[in-house]
Structures are given as C-alpha cells and as structure tokens.
C-alpha cells in the first residue's frame, strides 16, 4: 500500500512537540511493516537543510500568494524513507518556530502557508504532481494538514480515502471567514455543517468533517472528545463521526529513547540500575542542585502551560519541598509560568532549578537524572513523556486523564500486590490533590526502597514501542481499501 502522511513537523528537522516525534516514528514503522510510505512537509529551512540532496519534482507556483513554489524529494536522515518538502521561500522561510515568529504571535498568513500544505497533499494524491508515486491512502495530523481531505473532494473524479489523527484538539486551527478567498474554497462549504466555526473557518473541523476516518492518539482522549469538557465546541461534531473514531495509542522509539545510550552521564540498563543515580548526581551536579536532598528528584520536561497543569504545580511546590524534594524544569510556555518557576528557583536555588527553553539532549538527561516525572496535566492527548520516563525507570506521577490514563498504572496497595504499578495517579485537577500525591510519592520513596525498585524495573519492562500502533493503522488503512 502506497501511504502519503502530511503534517508541518518532524524529528529530527524541525520539533515544537510530541507531533515531530510521531512522524519521525509512525512512518518508519509503517514501511518495516512493508509498506510504501512517504511524507509530505513544508519547506523550513530545517526541513530543507535535513534533507541534504533535494531532487526537482514539479515546478507547483506560482500559488497561495508566493511566486515561486516547487515540490521537492529528497530523504529523511535517519530512515531514509522518502519525503516529498514544498519549497515556497515566501512563506516558510523564516525566523521563530513553524507557527509564530520571534515574538511569539502567529503568522498572520498561516492560513495560506498550511492550506497550500494541503493542497499540495491533495494534488499528490491526484497524480498531478508526481506520476511516478500516486498515494492510496493521505494520512493527514493536526489542524495544520485539515483542509486536505476538502481539496481531494473538491477533485469529483477523484476517489482517494483520508485519515484524519487529531493530537491535540485544542489547537482548532482558526481564521477569519473572508480567508476562504485565499484559500480557494467554494461557498458551499461555509457552512455550521462544514468548515464553518462560530463565524470563523476552523482547519481542524475540517479534517474532522470531511476525512473518511478519525483517529486520535489514545483511547481515553477518544472517549473524552466526545464530552462538552474536552471537546473545545467540537465534541457535537465528534459524537457524529463516533463510529469513523478510533483511538490508537501514540508508540515510542526505543532506539532514541533508551538509558543504553551515550547521551546520558553513565548507561544503565533494567538489570543493572547502578547509573542511574550516577545520572541524577550528574543533574543536580549540572544545575546547581544540593546532592544532600533526603528525598527524591522530581523533574518536568514540558510545555509550561495551564493545560500541562504548570500552575498547579507551581501552587503544591511547597509541599513538595516540604518532603525534601527537589524539582527540576525543563520547557518554555507562558510567562507568568515561566516568571513563576525562576522566582522559585531563585529562593531555593538548592532544590529548584529552572531552564526556559528546549533541548533534546538535555531532556535525555531530565529523564535518565531524575526519580519521578511530573504530568499533571488538565487534558492530555496521549503524552510521550511518561512513556519516555517509563523506559528510563522514573516514574510518572500523572493526572487521570487521556493517555496518561492509559499509559500508568497506579502505585497502590492492589496494584503493588498483582505486580502491575508503574507510577502514580491522581484525578482532582487541584493543587490538594496534586500535593497529596506528590507527600505519598515521597513517602514510598523514602520508605520502602525495595520496593521503589521493583516498580522502575516493571516500568522499564513496558512495551510502548510502535509496533502494536503500527499495525493497527495498517489494519485500518486495509479497511479502507477493502483488502
């Protein structure tokens, strides 16, 4: 089967989440499974530059306000799967990450520079633009690709089944009404049944509407979508579509996630845990953090936002330092989160520690460093970085919530006995909750360290890999093609 996945990011050329992670995965398990796979992106310079030799396909622009615009393959770096990239210098060229610039406001022209994102997927799919490689199947992610499957029914000869995965429905994708002129989407369309959305155009409703099948990235956050509280105005839209959803759960790469590796201040394995506190050592050494703590290490590798549930941790961080833990922060996100988190760092420089950015080596060392991994978020597609943790033998303290739900199992008194606890749960999205989980975290930690140690060995043990997820996709692309 012939699989073209569209999306604007991809690890290792261009990561702003958990979004460039599946794509740097979810293909390349794809075609070990046999199938013929390729990627389409946008142009930005990571992209261009990741793919070193580029050969010429088809000359597309002018077109979506840019002059020049030229499709063009070259191969990913490390899977070397094929991956077509649209050069269109005027419109991803540019400073700031793939969606905002510098200041940290969106293009005002994103709605042009991901429409043509999709346009060109649906023109692939055609055979318009490359002859030689005509798709079976798109497989569009996110609100950046959900105008594709509008453009391959705006095509009436052109009966080309679309995958639509939502990884995060907060992000709806919105624009003013009056861009449907750039755009070139017809009127019939502009509509509370189509891409219509309180008076605005909604990329994401889009996918959601006209896509053959929904997927999303677990099946908790499945389930929640279809509920006025996760469902961001969309959850009636949902509760139509619920019998083309499925939620299928996002998988890691074990090969870049994984405490064999040379990234971290000495490899260990489930077997021999002996490096492990030589790595949280190496951390706290690296941050400034005293290495006298009497209790353990808790570390946040994330967005800092609300939705992570940022300032709840920011409310029970007394409590944690109560315990005589330590927290160390590694993200970028609100400022008032981020302003928050220096503050506190600032007066217990020995137990908080605090960096405002991203860096993937360094999120190697949080997750091999650290004793427990905080994700209390308020909402949670699927997440990756409990998964991450899982593998490193930290333990995830995490809220009841989407993937996260079905990802951890909680360390409790039938779950130690059975053998399955993984890590630690709580439901109230609250700080009472959040700090009583934390104090009972700690307290396991202190007291029962043999214990302790059973439960990273289980964690380690855990198969999230992407060959379950793979499967599954591949079984519902075969639905779709009657085969």
Known sequence: MRILHVASEIFPLVKTGGLADVLGSLPPALARRGLDVRVLLPGFQGVLDGLGKLRAVERVGPVFGAASVNLRLGRLPDSELPAYVIDAPFL?????????????????????RFGLLAWTAAHLASGELDPAWIPEVVHAHDWHAGLTPVYIMQNPGLKMPSVFTIHNLAFRGIFPMDCHY??????RR???RGLEFHGNISFMKAGLVYSSRITTVS????????????GFGLDGVMRDRAGDLSGILNGVDYAVWNPGDAKIAKSYSVDDLAGKPVCKRALQLEFGL?????GPLFAVVSRLTSQKGMDLLLAALPELLQEGAQLAVLGTGDGDLEAGFRYAASVNPDNVAVCIGYDESMSHRFMAGADILLVPSRFEPCGLTQLYALRYGTLPLVRRVGGLADTVVDVNGENL??????????GEASRQAL???IREACAFHRNDAHGWTKVQQRAMRQDFSWDDSAA?????YRGLLGR
């Open 472 to 476: 599954n996709y591949e079984r519902l």
């Open 219 to 230: 099946p908790n956050y499945a389930r929640e979508i279809c509920t006025p509280e996760f």
């Open 290 to 294: 005293s290495t006298e703590a009497r």
């Open 182 to 187: 750039d755009l070139d989407l017809p009127m």
């Open 435 to 437: 700090g009583a989980r």
């Open 417 to 426: 006995a059975n053998g399955t606890a993984t890590g630690f749960v709580f």
């Open 92 to 112: 991803f060229r540019r400073e700031g990450n793939p969606y905002t610039g510098a200041d940290g406001r969106d293009w005002n022209d994103n709605h042009r």
């Open 190 to 192: 502009l509509n509370p």
